[in-house]
């Protein structure tokens, strides 16, 4: 009976989908199984009504889904929607039609890949063809029901006006309310009040304290229904909406509206336990503070913000690459860390400043590394690698279900059609499983401290987010050392700078107008450099002079006491990308640093203001974490030079250097390969060099890479994994292999950080694509210093000198360094070896008496760690 037996699977898979007894994620699966099992007798010829019936319920139960990738999930979802609109038509079967592109667009709401903006607009159109069926007359719950996520769908929407979007989403939520009244339709009125309040409170057009006022209103009348005992999820949200409202309100008197906020706020948080809603909690903590600082009252305020950071921290790995909600919500964390920064700062507490401003970047690394792929090194017992795989399995599954039950329960938009599907909207449950969840976070803790830190210390730091006290990082300073830390606000950048006789970090701050030029600055500096090279290079001098200015360089150095000789650099977002250490100087600057000199270089730059070096640093405590790295030895080299067999160069770099070490292991063009280099015995090498290219993703991190032969690629997750426990220094002499992300929501994410966590204290990079004449020259003269001179040091003095080399110089030392020129060479045509020599010596000898004066030579590379 093929029929029946289809028929009556599709009728099993709905049971799952409702049942109520049993796991959630597997009476999913069982509901998935049924319904493609149903398939395969309902075909699109055979049974083609059935088929789209069943794809449209297949497609629910993907959207639902626990198990597996959400995104790939809703993909599949999109999937089987879609398929059932190849039946179902506005002509043949209108409601179905209807209901399915209802249900595509709420789909298309929540997809993760592709383009959010193109997404949205899909959601639109097939909100806005349900409506071509779903009338306020023939169908007036649905119509409303979709009139509403329209509403949510304009209120998100990127393109367009924005101001026009949100009147759009007004007029439909206002549509929505002509169906939805308290009497008939309670709990979908309540809602739609909600995002008309939301609406309201983001309104352009019209007066802003009428809008207010309008969401007020609308707020106040959801509570109504929304009361803490019949929904007190909905019932926490719109307190907490409210309460913002009535901090930003304009009429009535302002210190009524801040206590009614903080009332609200308080309210919500009664229902927003840390430990069954950690996201709610921290939201509304934050808001709190945020009400705090109108009032003013600091103190409450640091105490609210300082409490929402513990619980941001505890909930760590929540925010998933990729995931849109979850970039919003890294971006929402993001301002509460500089809140509390700038709280710290109106209170002169310096020390708890800068505290928080590392915990902030320690958290973006761990939220980045929230992965299953990564893994401690060395001799970790297998029992212990297996509890870390089962406590991640496990702690990564309760998550998916909380977060399929919290959609379930908050969600204000989306309805899906088609199946009826009970929820459980108990907050005992909840709050049972979320304690569940708890306990397999402590287990988790207890093996990453007990069994994993004392063999692999630096795992830790991609695990869980600790800060480090000042007091270790002042001990970072010792031997006359001082390090200055950048810290970009919302309006203001900060300037930390901790020397070994400051007993709190002495702090610069920005004025508005030096921020704006700095962000305006950024876009020109990086416009030019994706889009016109020649521009970027003739414009980079006087580029870096103004950007010296903006950040009043003259003006911080003054803050550091003599001696000191050395300084370390620790960036803060897009400062990443900038060669810091080639800011031109005054001379007065220079004279401070060196005052029993008898001459001044006629141009100073920073790095030649200290003779011990200019260095960088990720974050202190990935500092503090690369100076506890023991690495005597110095004897094994493992190379790579020219995979992609493009940059010839390379290959002389890495000739000109093996006899530099007793013993290397050295690959080149087809040889270097991925296999060859995962097979190579990185964890005996003392130094790792890779004259290679390399790819930065900003959208995706984890994806950049090495270029290897057959363009095959090491990703930095991969890197990751590398053992480099026995390697003092990695030099990255390839293209762009320092750049870093430089979004708001993450920090410090590229290559060289990768190679760091994975064991080596020193990095040497270079930020973009260096002429190959000077790179070689460098690299030999760099390698030349390691032998009496520390990373640093030995960078900045091969800088300086290429700088000052003369055209009779160089002429003197490509002569030297001829018979390694042919035997380089020796196997090219004449005319691949004067594009890679003749040329830009030609170009230097004959217009230049400094032939690589200009920073685009010299200023690219940049020492990272100790």
């Known amino acids: 009976f093929p029929q029946d037996w289809a028929m009556t699977q599709n009728n099993l898979a709905i049971a799952y989908r409702n049942r109520i007894r049993g796991e959630k994620a597997e009476n999913i699966e069982r509901a998935i199984a049924s319904y493609t099992a149903a398939l395969t007798i309902y075909t699109d010829n055979a049974f083609p009504q059935d088929w789209a019936t069943t794809q449209n319920n297949l497609a629910n139960a993907y959207r639902n889904r626990i198990r597996g990738e959400k995104a790939e999930n809703i993909e599949l979802a999109i999937a089987s929607y879609t398929a059932a609109l190849t039946i179902y038509s506005p002509e043949t079967f209108p409601q179905d039609w209807a209901m399915t592109q209802n249900n595509l667009a709420t789909a298309y709401t929540y997809r993760i890949r592709g383009e959010k ?70 709990q979908d009125w309540a809602m739609t009040q909600n995002n008309l309040a939301i ?43 409210l309460a913002n409202a009535y901090t930003y309100r304009i009429r009535g008197e302002k ?14 948080l009664k229902i927003r336990a840390r430990e069954a809603f950690p996201q709610n909690h921290a939201a509304t903590l934050f808001n709190l ?53 700038e709280v710290c700062l109106e209170q002169k507490n310096y020390t708890a400043a800068i505290e928080y401003a590392e915990r902030s970047k320690a958290r973006n690394l761990v939220e980045l590394l929230a992965t299953r792929d990564l893994y401690p090194k060395g001799d970790i017992p297998e029992n212990v690698l297996n509890e870390l795989s089962r406590l991640r399995r496990e702690i990564d599954a309760e998550q998916r279900r909380l977060d399929y039950q919290q959609t379930n329960r908050d969600s204000n938009s989306g309805t899906i059609s088609g199946e009826r599907s009970l929820q459980i909207d108990r907050l005992q449950t909840t709050s049972r499983d979320s304690t569940h969840l708890t306990q397999l976070r402590q287990q988790l803790d207890e093996l990453l401290v007990r069994d994993i830190k004392p063999i692999d210390p630096d795992f830790l730091l991609t695990q869980e987010v600790k ?47 030096d921020f704006e030029a700095l962000v305006n600055w950024d876009n020109e500096y990086q416009k030019d450099y994706k889009e016109i090279k020649t521009q970027w290079k003739q414009k980079l001098a006087s580029r870096l002079q103004n950007l010296a200015e903006i950040l009043h360089l003259d003006e911080i150095l003054k803050n550091i006491p003599q001696p000191c000789d050395r300084l370390i650099l620790i960036p803060h977002r897009f400062l990443h990308l900038f060669p810091l250490h080639a800011l031109p100087v005054s001379q007065e600057t220079w004279l401070q640093f060196n005052p029993n000199s008898d001459s001044s270089p006629p141009n100073p730059y920073l790095l030649d203001c200290f003779v011990g070096g200019v260095s960088y640093a990720p974050s202190c405590q990935l500092l503090q974490q690369a100076k506890q790295r023991q690495r005597p030895n110095f004897s094994h080299l493992f190379a790579i030079a020219n995979p992609t067999k493009d940059r010839y160069l390379l290959e002389l770099q890495a000739a000109n250097i093996r006899h530099k070490f007793k013993s290397n292991d050295f690959l080149a063009k087809d040889d270097a390969n991925k296999n060859a280099i995962l097979n190579a015995k990185l964890s005996f090498a003392n130094c790792a060099h890779f004259g290679c290219h390399g790819e930065f993703e900003p959208d995706s991190p984890l994806e950049s890479s090495l270029v290897f032969a057959n363009k095959e690629r090491l990703t930095l997750l991969e890197i ?30 590229g290559l060289p950080f990768g190679f760091l966590l994975a064991g080596s204290p020193s990095m040497v990079s270079t930020l973009w694509k260096v002429d190959e004449l000077a790179s070689t020259l460098l690299l030999i003269r760099f390698y030349e210093n390691l032998e009496t001179l520390s990373t640093v040091t030995a960078l900045n003095e091969a800088q300086q000198w290429l700088r000052n080399l003369t055209s009779e110089g160089l002429e003197a030392l490509l002569k030297c360094l001829k ?48």
């Open 819 to 866: 018979p390694q020129i042919d035997r380089t060479f020796k196997l090219l045509p004449k005319k691949e070896r004067t594009r890679f020599v003749n040329a830009p010596l030609d170009g230097a000898l004959n217009r230049k008496p400094f032939p690589f004066a200009e920073p685009h030579y010299w200023a690219g590379f940049t020492a990272i760690g100790v």
């Open 255 to 268: 210190a009524q509206n801040i206590e009614l906020a903080i009332n609200c706020h308080k309210n919500a």
């Open 720 to 749: 990751l994994n590398l053992d480099l426990s026995q390697c003092r220094l990695v030099t990255l002499w390839a293209c762009e292999t320092g750049l870093t992300e430089s979004k708001t929501s993450d920090e410090y994410i």
């Open 199 to 241: 609406a309201y409170r983001n309104r352009i057009r019209g007066e802003k304290a009428e809008n207010i006022e309008r969401a007020i209103a609308s707020y106040t009348a959801a509570l109504t229904v929304y009361s803490p005992e019949a929904f007190p999820e909905k019932w926490a949200m719109t307190q907490n909406n």
């Open 289 to 341: 503070g945020l009400t705090y600082r109108e009032v003013p009252d600091l103190q409450l305020a640091y105490n609210t913000f300082s409490a929402a950071i513990d619980t941001v921290e505890f909930m760590r790995g929540e925010i998933h690459s990729g995931a849109q909600s979850k970039q919003k919500l890294a971006e929402e964390w993001n301002k509460l860390y500089r809140n509390i920064v």
């Open 117 to 186: 903006a193109e997404n949205i607009e899909v959601a639109i159109a097939s909100y806005t063809a349900a409506l071509t069926i779903y009338t306020d007359d023939a169908f007036p719950e649905k119509w409303a029901t979709t009139q509403n996520n329209l509403g949510v769908a304009y209120s998100d929407r990127i393109r367009g006006e924005k101001a026009e979007n949100i009147e759009v989403a007004i007029a439909s939520y206002t549509a929505a309310l002509t169906v939805y009244s308290p009497e008939a339709f309670p």
């Open 467 to 513: 800060g480090i006290l000042y007091s270790d990082i002042q001990a970072l300073t010792a031997e006359n050392t001082a390090i200055v830390e950048w810290y970009i606000l919302g309006d203001k950048f900060l300037t930390f700078i901790i020397t070994p006789q400051s007993p709190t970090p002495t702090v610069w701050q920005s004025s508005t107008e």
